[in-house]
């Protein structure tokens, strides 16, 4: 809720510059020029709807580093290897097993397959079970 808020706060340079698809673009455009609560509210849940689908923590990335350019934040170890799993093939999750013997492979496989083959409206919740997944591997050792 709170980034379909952020979004209709947003400048509306920051706001084109998301690369948001025409039709979420075109209700938070609309959202933005309604002043009833009630029917802001509403429009809100319209604009969550289209949300959906996306990748959030990358529009969120985007956003930060449009407002505070100059503060990247930087990866953190999960994610970082959550990037070389899902460019790697078997030896990356090799490798990964092999730093860390703790981990479960059948999870670590069956995450990995799913976050792949993953449809636009689901693919962010797979992302964020894989990463999840490493955290909880990482702390393990």
């Known amino acids: 809720m709170e980034f379909a808020k952020t979004l209709t706060t947003i400048s509306e340079r920051h706001l084109l510059r998301l690369d948001l698809s ?5 209700v938070v455009q609309d959202t933005r020029k309604i002043s009833s609560p009630g029917a802001k509210s509403r429009a809100l849940r319209l ?4 949300l959906r689908g996306l990748d959030l923590g990358l529009l969120r990335e985007k956003l930060e580093d449009l407002s505070h ?3 990247r934040r930087a990866n953190t170890p999960a994610d970082d290897w959550r990037l070389r799993l899902l460019g790697g093939g078997e030896a990356e999750l090799a490798a990964f097993l092999e730093q860390y013997s703790r ?24 992302l964020g079970a894989l990463t999840q997944a490493l955290r909880t591997a990482l702390s393990a050792g």
């Open 22 to 26: 025409e039709e979420v673009l075109r």
């Open 47 to 50: 604009v969550r709807q289209e």
């Open 103 to 126: 981990a479960d492979r059948q999870q670590l496989r069956m995450l990995l397959r799913n976050a792949r083959a993953a449809g636009p409206t689901n693919k962010n919740k797979a």
């Open 69 to 71: 350019p100059n503060a």
